[in-house]
């Protein structure tokens, strides 16, 4: 059997890369990892740090592209690689723009499509925008839908999706932090907040609001170091940098995994809007506030190890201000079993594909 894995994106890349190595195991089978490089350096700073380098590049990125520009672009460069390699799968990760795109593409092609991280839903096409609709779309184009939880496969059965393909997995990015974590020693923690905040839908005045929260916060608790990653989109980097001279805020440009799980490990508390840290942080009994008016992964939230908060600036400091006072209430939204995973994602995505038995994830009560 022949697989194609692609990937765009960091996020993409972490939580593929175990499955690639995973499949890359089962005697007979051929497994090519194709990088449209959506985004060029995070995504080889991801797959240098699990030793892979892609047996197809397409290099698709280009500085500040549009979203048409890119799908145009993942579509002429993948049809003919779906043409000459004429795999048995391809598979996809998540609801970028590149997943997207791959999925149709393989579909037109009548070639097979797993989707890795299938059913996640908010309800509302702008909030995650693309995000939302991208997934939406794999979802209808797939033949295997991998879901990490059981909110995820209950949205696929209310869109009629047939139970014969939905496979209740858990998610792949636990057997990757897992992976990662182990090769370092304990982490201790400090007095350290993690930021992250990029989606599109934040761009302008929530960001603004987001960043001006920050501010006030690194005011109010001088001690406590606040360290904001500045994502390179230019919508992003020079509004995170109005902080920059204040005192105890550090501003880093993009990490490689392994340095975000170290700062993860160490932080007291997380202000992010990645969807990716939702799922990581509970592993590591991290509490997260969400920087979003809407999730597609509140099983966090449900078991009281996340708050969403959104970009309103008063209450993003009225929520960090009260954790960051009473160690009490942070240690209140943590010492829960992670929701969205056991580790062993990869090994189930792999004997589904094989035909084998499994026994699904079962997320913790």
């Known amino acids: 059997m022949k697989l194609i894995v692609i990937v765009g994106t960091r996020p993409e890349a972490i939580k593929m890369a175990p499955v690639l190595q995973r499949l890359r195991e089962e005697p007979g089978w051929r497994t090519l990892l194709c990088a449209t490089a959506q ?24 500085p500040d592209q549009t979203m048409n520009a890119l799908s145009a672009r993942v579509f002429a460069a993948l049809d003919p690689v779906l043409e000459s390699e004429k795999p048995d799968w391809l598979l996809v990760q998540g609801d970028t723009t590149t997943a997207m795109c791959a999925a149709l593409a393989a579909f037109h092609r009548r070639v097979r499509v797993g989707h890795v991280e299938a059913g996640l839903r908010t309800g509302d096409f702008g909030h995650p925008f693309p995000e939302e609709m991208n997934r939406r779309v794999v979802d209808l184009a797939a033949d295997a839908l991998f879901v990490p939880t059981r909110r995820a496969a209950a949205a696929l059965e209310a869109e009629d999706v047939p139970s014969a393909k939905v496979y209740l997995t858990g998610n792949t990015v636990v057997d990757a932090l897992l992976a990662i974590a182990g090769r370092d020693g304990p982490a201790a923690e400090e007095d350290l907040v993690l930021i992250t905040a990029h989606r599109r839908e934040s761009f302008g005045k929530p960001l603004e609001s987001v960043v001006q929260a920050i501010g006030r916060l690194a005011r109010a608790f ?50 992010t809007d990645s969807g990716g840290i939702q799922e990581e942080a509970p592993t590591f009994g991290k509490p997260v506030l969400v920087l979003r008016e809407k999730t597609e992964r509140p099983e966090g939230i449900e078991a009281g190890l996340a708050a969403l908060v959104g970009t309103d600036e008063e209450r993003i400091v009225a929520r960090a201000s009260a954790l960051l006072s009473d160690p009490a209430a942070r240690r209140a939204m943590t010492g829960r079993l992670n929701p969205y995973g056991d580790g062993l994602a990869s090994e189930r995505i792999a004997a589904v594909l094989a035909g084998r038995p499994f026994a699904p994830f079962v997320p913790p009560a």
Request: aromatic share 4%; glycine share 2%; charged share 25%.
């Open 39 to 62: 985004h060029r350096q995070m995504l080889d700073q991801a797959l240098g740090l699990f030793g892979i380098t892609p047996d197809i590049d397409l290099d698709l990125m280009r």
């Open 222 to 271: 001088p001690k406590t170091r606040f360290v904001h990653v500045i994502h390179p989109n230019p919508n992003v980097a020079p509004v995170v940098r109005r902080n920059a001279d204040i005192p105890n805020v550090t501003l880093v440009e993009p990490l490689d995994y392994l340095e975000l799980v170290r700062l993860m490990r160490r932080a007291c508390l997380i202000l």
